[in-house]
């Protein structure tokens, strides 16, 4: 079937897909009989983003304002409703994007299962154009677009109040419409003939090979016949696929030099050949230009520092890459871009004059080379040990924001990270997304004491997005719940100005209530303690009255230590003139506590946990007794006020 425009004006932005965007009009229009879902699918470089980037174009009115809708064909442009939603999933967990979605539609959920509640009974339609599925999650080496499909994706499309449109990879299409009615999907293959666009392929080249978009005549397509006869030749070896069209231009428009317009074989068709045609034609080993495009192949998150380029091709390669990336721009060139980033943070360290980052022009460059490495798993310990040698002292608070954040999925794509997470300095200054993302990958059964404390504690560093500072603090408090004390010193050793110290935590279950107060002995001094009203049976507790109905455990307040006999008569509660005049306060909810500076109202010490408080008490000099179903701790809360910053 042939993909013709049928003499309307092509779309401006993706050049033809016509039958493709009549699909999509007809899902916007939701005539009768149109499937509620569409899948759009095809290889990587098919086109996918491009054409759904195009059909936003209509959709948007904005966007409608700048087209010429006359000259398009009628039939592939949606009436003026309001905009579907649209959503990408790069980088993004399957809860991530769920949350996303109730932020966007503004739900009052609490439960990720609350928001599809919400959005089944939102009282209109909800269309919602998903895009880039297949790069979904923080860390590559991860299944987080299957994930997205069958947590997310296919509850959404179970919804009749939904309409929904994805981009998938092919392998997951089956995924999203295996458990919903016959009827309800409708696949959109770009790579079958029913909606290839072999005239667009042609109109894509001719206009990336004309002098206007080049910005010079090239020797063999100055003629305007000559670049028709090229473009048919390019579009015809390049098969379906949008992305070999603009490799083969983009080699070409980067060294003209030895290029035969005569020989189609030239031509490539696929991005493996044209990898391998443009390096022999700059008279290069192809196997040199994938072993420099290597890193970018396995480059986590937005790209490589290119500082950091040659250090990692070397490594991949077995030997110095420096001469072959010095001189590498035109080999290179037509395969990958870069990107200008701010440095993170408030602009107070030296990264903070912002850095470029390399990355691959599209995912399937990636894909090819990552298949003609020899052992990707070698490849990637080669990587990961060289950013290990790239932190300076071994301190992860001086090391580039791409090691500190992306080694972890590096070692773990080596199989290497469990070894990692041993370090407290990398799971405080590590962005916590990414971190979090790969330790989950790991079977549980491998992870040491203190990778398992992190991931309990990390859902609460990626909910609330807290800095380094507080992430310290939380971890530190851990550490002590765990019986880890040695990785809370090593926590209190990398220099931040914690809000508080653990003084101890008891893990007793059953705690309905904590007290400060003071025991005075036979000295006339008095001893400092914590009361937990606990059930009854408790080792070592005493009972409250003769029914032994309910009991209390005496603890010492500021050493971990319990006194011998108790009178729990003479215990002594601080008076009511006491409290008011201690230079802290407590405010409590049910998942945080905050302790406030009275003179300044400033919060000095927020806590939160990922179980509630069941009870919480502040001495007068400042510390804080909580308990929770775990058990509970004390904590000594700074005086003074540490900035909050996230």
Request: hydrophobic content about 45%; aromatic content about 4%; charged content about 20%.
């Amino acid at each position: 079937m042939t993909d013709s425009t049928g003499g309307h004006t092509p779309h401006p932005h993706i050049g033809g897909r016509i039958n493709a965007l009549r699909a999509l009009t007809a899902w916007r229009t939701a005539r009768p009989g149109t499937p509620r879902v569409v899948a759009l699918t095809g290889n990587s470089g098919s086109g996918r983003s491009r054409l759904l980037t195009g059909f936003l174009m209509l959709c948007d009115p904005e966007s409608r304002k700048r087209l010429d809708l006359d000259r398009l064909d009628p039939s592939s442009v949606p009436p003026e409703l309001p905009a579907p939603a649209a959503m990408n999933a790069r980088g993004l967990t399957a809860q991530q994007f769920l949350w996303a979605l109730a932020d966007h539609y503004e739900l009052p959920a609490v439960r990720t299962e609350d928001i599809y509640a919400e959005l089944a009974v939102i009282g209109e339609p909800v269309s919602l154009v998903v895009l880039d599925v297949e790069q979904a999650g923080p860390v590559r080496h991860t299944d987080e677009p299957s994930v997205l499909v069958r947590h997310v994706l296919t509850p959404l499309a179970a919804l009749d109040s939904v309409r929904l449109v994805a981009e998938l990879p092919r392998h997951l299409v089956t995924e999203l419409a295996a458990d919903l009615p016959p009827g309800t999907v409708q696949i959109i293959d770009l790579d079958e003939p029913q909606w290839a666009d072999p005239e667009g392929l042609v109109r894509h080249a001719q206009a990336a090979l004309s002098p206007q978009f080049a910005g010079w005549k090239l020797p063999f397509a100055e003629d305007p016949e000559d670049r028709r006869a090229l473009s048919a030749a390019i579009g015809r070896r390049a098969g379906t696929s949008p992305l070999v069209v603009q490799l083969a231009v983009q080699s070409m428009l980067t060294a003209p030099e030895g290029f035969d317009p005569a020989e189609e074989s030239h031509l490539p068709a696929s991005v493996g050949e044209a990898l391998d045609l443009h390096a022999r034609r700059l008279g290069t080993d192809p196997r040199t230009l994938r072993l420099m495009l290597a890193p970018l192949a396995l480059a986590e998150g937005d790209g490589i520092p290119v500082h950091l380029w040659t250090r990692l091709a070397s490594a991949v390669a077995g030997q110095d890459m420096s001469r072959a990336v010095a001189d590498g721009m035109l080999l290179t060139g037509p395969f990958m871009q870069p990107t200008e980033r701010k440095a993170d943070g408030d602009g107070d360290d030296h990264w903070s004059s912002g850095r470029t980052l390399l990355r691959l022009l599209h995912p399937a460059i990636g894909e090819e080379i990552r298949a003609g490495l020899p052992n990707v798993r070698a490849a990637q310990t080669q990587i990961a040990m060289a950013l290990l040698e790239a932190v300076p002292e071994q301190d992860w608070s001086k090391a580039d924001p791409y090691v500190r954040d992306h080694i972890a999925g590096h070692t773990l794509a080596a199989g290497l990270l469990p070894q990692l997470l041993t370090d407290p300095g990398l799971f405080v200054h590590a962005d916590p997304v990414p971190l979090r993302a790969a330790v989950e990958a790991v079977p549980p059964e491998t992870l040491g004491a203190p990778a398992r404390t992190y991931l309990r504690t990390a859902p609460l560093l990626t909910r609330y997005e807290l800095s380094e500072l507080w992430r310290a603090a939380l971890l530190e408090t851990a550490f002590v719940e765990d019986g880890l004390p040695e990785y809370a010193d090593a926590v209190r050793r990398l220099g931040l100005d914690l809000p508080w110290r653990t003084l101890w935590s008891l893990p007793v279950t059953g705690i309905s209530e904590v007290a400060v107060g003071n025991l005075p002995d036979a000295e006339a001094s008095a001893a400092r303690v914590a009361v937990l009203v606990v059930p009854p049976g408790t080792p070592g507790a005493h009972p409250m009255d003769e029914g032994g109905e309910s009991a209390v455990l005496v603890h010492g307040l500021v050493r971990p230590d319990v006194p011998g006999s108790v009178d729990l008569g003479q215990i002594l509660r601080p008076s009511e003139e006491e409290r008011a005049a201690a230079p802290l306060g407590l405010s409590r909810g049910a998942d945080y506590l905050r302790v406030w500076d009275r003179a300044s109202g400033e919060v000095v010490a927020a806590l939160i946990s990922d179980v509630p408080f069941t009870s919480a008490d502040l001495s007068p000099d400042g510390i804080l007794v909580v308990a929770t179903e775990r058990g509970a701790k004390a904590l000594r809360i700074r005086s003074t006020d540490p900035a909050i910053a996230s």
